[in-house]
Nanobody
Framework: QVQLVESGGGLVQAGGSLRLSCAASGRTFSSYAMAWFRQAPGKEREFVAAISWTGISTYYADSVKGRVTISRDNAKNTVYLQMNSLTPGDTAVYYC?????????????????WGQGTQVTVSS
């Protein structure tokens, strides 16, 4: 079992930056693929970024490519999401997710564990 706890959300002006963190419990974290998803009010949960268990491979949604960087520190059991040039369209609850087979995917139903989410609000 893995527990995920997100942090780092908040209110930021358009054009600003935020760094989200996701701390994971469990000794098998380093073997899991990790991802960030987000959900805006009234919308489906959507993929943002994913990272392989090694941290070598990453994958981004087109909507955030070039503005967002996902990374991980397996020694700290933590995955990060650095977000730059934020716009009001990035406003959402951001969720961390873990995929225990190690397969990096944008399909949310493949992910086995989820955090509770952290709110990101971007003002214009």
């Amino acid at each position: 079992q893995v527990q995920l706890v997100e942090s780092g959300g908040g209110l930021v002006q358009a054009g600003g930056s935020l760094r989200l963190s996701c701390a994971a419990s469990g000794r098998t974290f380093s073997s899991y693929a990790m991802a960030w998803f987000r959900q805006a009010p009234g919308k489906e949960r959507e993929f943002v970024a994913a990272i392989s268990w090694t941290g070598i491979s990453t994958y981004y949604a087109d909507s955030v490519k070039g503005r967002v960087t996902i990374s991980r520190d397996n020694a700290k059991n933590t995955v990060y999401l650095q977000m730059n040039s934020l716009t009001p369209g990035d406003t959402a609850v951001y969720y961390c997710a873990a995929e225990k087979s190690g397969a990096m995917t944008s399909w949310r139903y493949e992910y086995d564990y989820w955090g509770q989410g952290t709110q990101v609000t971007v003002s214009s």
